[in-house]
């Protein structure tokens, strides 16, 4: 088996504000394995026109994303930040990869129907295979390490089979027997799912219309501590350990809140906070969001206005990241029996 460098990919859409869940789940692991990995973050921006965007918004929703992503610490010294549409091998292999997989796997998809709702014939094409470009986007680049929410873990799955079905179909094309390596998925972080202010149940989303349901990267202090102050909660005392906050999805979430925060575990913030009431428990919540959270936002708000140099690293992304997909993509178009010159 060929070897493969440990080489981690992921991506988000440049659509609405990122949130507290964006950063606490997924950013704060995209940044931590930049020291330990070679990173490709990408701004999926062909993702996002799977479904209506306005052009002009499109266009600053990618530089405001991009300016999140480097605000939370993301390094383009160090990892190769970049939008998807700005790479064409990454809609090249899409459409072989859409010769790969099977209808019937695509018709499996959950996010699909939940996002094409009860009217599946007015649903664009591209939503359909979004799957399809996602599978590329990782196998473009031979990336082995995918670190991805929970929703993502069945589109994970798929690009996993996709790579697996191209190794056996065109095994006898294949000099060692693997050419994509099954990605891995990467499901970690203290506070991975994290909840909504209003509702412990629901997921922390940009799409819920109240905006007292998240924490925005671009949230000013009063804001914060105004949300975190009218953040929905049980009438009963905080638990003294982990186990007495089953059952109380409010209370657990908080909790998980402060304790990602601090890096500290739900039983070491309990043990002080245990016994005591919400109120004090909030006030020193939201000192900590807004120490936390304070100076991502200032940051994000400097290079928004700032769009030339944010375009500038997106520029030179694309670049380093071309130089990875594009001799993959031309050597998957080989093996496939196309003529490459
Ligand atoms: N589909 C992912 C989401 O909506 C974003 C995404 C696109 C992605 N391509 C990717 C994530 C490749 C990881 C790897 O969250």
């Known amino acids: 088996m060929p070897h493969f460098v440990p080489r981690v990919f992921s991506g988000m859409q440049p ?3 990122l949130h507290l869940g964006n950063y606490l789940g997924a950013m704060l692991n995209w ?6 990995h070679e990173c490709i973050y990408c701004v999926v921006d062909m993702h996002a ?5 306005e052009p002009a918004e499109l266009r ?10 480097l605000a939370c610490g993301l390094d383009p010294k160090k990892s190769i930040i970049f939008n ?6 990454h809609a090249e292999l899409a459409w072989i990869l859409s010769c790969v997989a099977r209808l019937g796997w695509l018709n499996r998809m959950t996010q699909f129907k939940e996002k094409a709702g009860k009217d599946k014939e007015a649903a664009s094409v591209g939503l359909y295979i979004y799957p399809n470009l996602m599978a590329a986007d990782i196998l473009a680049y031979h990336a082995t390490h995918v670190p991805v929410g929970e929703d993502q873990k069945q589109h994970l799955e798929l690009a996993r089979d996709i790579a697996i079905k191209f190794n056996n179909d ?9 050419f994509f390596p099954p990605p891995e ?8 799912r994290v909840m909504s202010l209003r509702d412990g149940t629901k997921k922390m989303s940009k799409s819920d219309p109240s905006d007292l349901s998240r924490l925005n990267l671009t949230d000013d202090a009063d804001t914060i501590a105004r949300k975190i102050r009218k953040a929905k909660t049980d009438p009963e ?18 909790v998980g809140i402060f304790a990602a925060f601090k890096g500290d575990s739900v039983d070491k913030i309990l043990a002080q906070y245990g016994g005591g009431q919400f109120s004090s428990f909030k006030n020193d919540l939201a000192d900590l969001a807004v120490a936390k959270l304070g100076p991502i936002g200032d940051e994000t708000k400097r290079l928004r206005a700032d769009p030339a140099y944010v375009e500038s690293v997106l520029k030179d992304g694309s670049e380093r990241a071309r130089t990875i997909a594009a001799p993959i993509v031309r050597k998957a178009r080989e093996i496939v029996g196309f003529i490459v010159s």
């Open 170 to 178: 065109y095994a006898s094309a294949i000099d060692d027997g693997i």
């Open 31 to 36: 940044i931590a394995m930049q020291e330990t």
């Open 84 to 89: 998807q549409s700005q790479v064409a091998e």
């Open 185 to 192: 998925p990467f499901i970690t972080g203290p506070a991975t």
């Open 49 to 53: 026109i799977t479904v209506w965007q």
């Open 60 to 69: 600053k929703a990618i530089i405001d994303v991009t300016a999140a992503y």
């Open 237 to 254: 005392a905080l638990p003294s350990e982990a186990a007495g906050l089953k059952g109380r999805p409010e209370a657990e979430n908080l």
């Open 15 to 17: 659509t609405g504000n």
